[in-house]
């Protein structure tokens, strides 16, 4: 009597089935991480409920013949990120200051990004308030105000603001296993507990190296023109470090980038995990190398009429700037004045 023979599509029936239920496994492991990180970043993250002015007073975005649009970011550094929300998120007048102003443009075609440092004692027009440091917009009228001193600076529409408190650099170094940084010139931080000393050259910093690193400018002959350069190149670095496949490829190394840093942002409302993650899609092929980072191009420094030390405005290379912005085309714009590693 013959035996009965199993059909040959079995096995690889069961093959197949394996193979499936793995990918549908890996597919749930997958999702539920994304939404742990999603939560992770809403749920520490403040929330700034009115950062913008009112819609009047606006320029309205450029779209690109496709129908997408440049985004531009405001970013505030502070040391005192507290006090910003409690004091100038509504609008009212507030002792706040800030510290670190950068203006982040991402363009239409999303092939690179540009980030503008405004110097903080950049003597410039104040919505209402006449002509004042850029800084004391926030003082003056808080998040809306500031958004829209940079907004009638450039003429470009602010898409997203995110205030970012310096601290937030010390776990975010740690998180990512240090950075390697090239330090221009050798100092002695006198803004950090310790004093700790920066030799010229290329040097790992953990946290606390960083965050004494972006902050220190009284040790520079040029005080903040040094720093603001200091802050460029520790981001930068970051970002070189951040991007790295092994590093993107490790979830637990990713989440705790997630979670050391959002605690220490303050974001506009809209700017939620699902409009970061549509832009980082948006933005998956650009490299650091496409990152260019200067300083708003400015006249030297000089006296206010009341006796302040400022930083006075370049009109022409601002409105030259903004007409790039608008148009299009602020990498000429960089390469007409040499701007690709900075100023």
Do not use: C
């Not at 991480?33 to 450029?62: C, M, V």
């Amino acid at each position: 009597m013959r035996r009965a023979t199993r059909p040959r599509h079995r096995g690889g029936l069961i093959a197949l089935l394996v193979a499936l239920g793995i990918v549908v496994v890996a597919a749930i492991v997958a999702i539920v991480y994304l939404a742990n990180i999603a939560g992770t970043f809403d749920s520490k993250t403040e929330k700034i409920p009115h950062a913008f002015p009112q819609e009047s007073t606006r320029p309205s975005a450029t779209p690109a013949a496709d129908g997408r649009t440049a985004v531009n970011i405001l970013l505030v550094g502070t040391d005192s990120r507290a006090a910003t929300i409690d004091q100038a998120e509504s609008g009212a007048a507030s002792d706040q200051r800030s510290d670190t102003i950068m203006l982040v443009h991402i363009p239409a075609d999303r092939k690179g990004a540009y980030v503008v440092s405004i110097m903080r004692d950049l003597w410039v027009p104040i919505p209402g308030h006449g002509t004042a440091k850029v800084n004391a917009a926030l003082a003056y009228g808080g998040v809306p105000l500031m958004v829209q001193t940079a907004e009638s600076l450039l003429h470009q529409r602010i898409d997203h603001v995110a205030f970012m408190d310096f601290e937030g650099f010390k776990g975010l170094t740690d998180a990512v296993g240090g950075v390697p940084v090239d330090v221009p010139l050798p100092f002695t931080a006198q803004q950090t507990e310790g004093n700790p000393h920066f030799d010229k050259g290329l040097q790992t910093l953990d946290g606390f190296r960083a965050l004494a690193f972006v902050r220190e400018r009284y040790s520079f002959k040029d005080g903040d023109y040094q720093r603001v350069r200091d802050q460029q190149i520790y981001l930068k670095a970051l970002l070189n470090k951040v991007i790295k496949p092994e590093t993107l490829a490790n979830p637990v190394t990713v989440s705790q980038i997630v979670s050391q840093f959002s605690p220490y942002l303050t974001v506009d409302s809209g700017f939620d995990s699902k409009a970061v993650a549509g832009l980082a899609l948006e933005m998956k092929d650009v490299r650091p190398s496409s990152v260019v980072s200067f300083t708003l191009p400015t006249s030297g420094t000089g006296w206010s009429p009341d006796g302040q030390s400022i930083v006075n405005l370049d009109q022409g290379a601002t409105d030259a700037l903004a007409d790039a912005m608008a148009k299009g085309t602020v990498p000429q714009y960089v390469a007409q004045r040499n701007l690709q590693n900075g100023n």
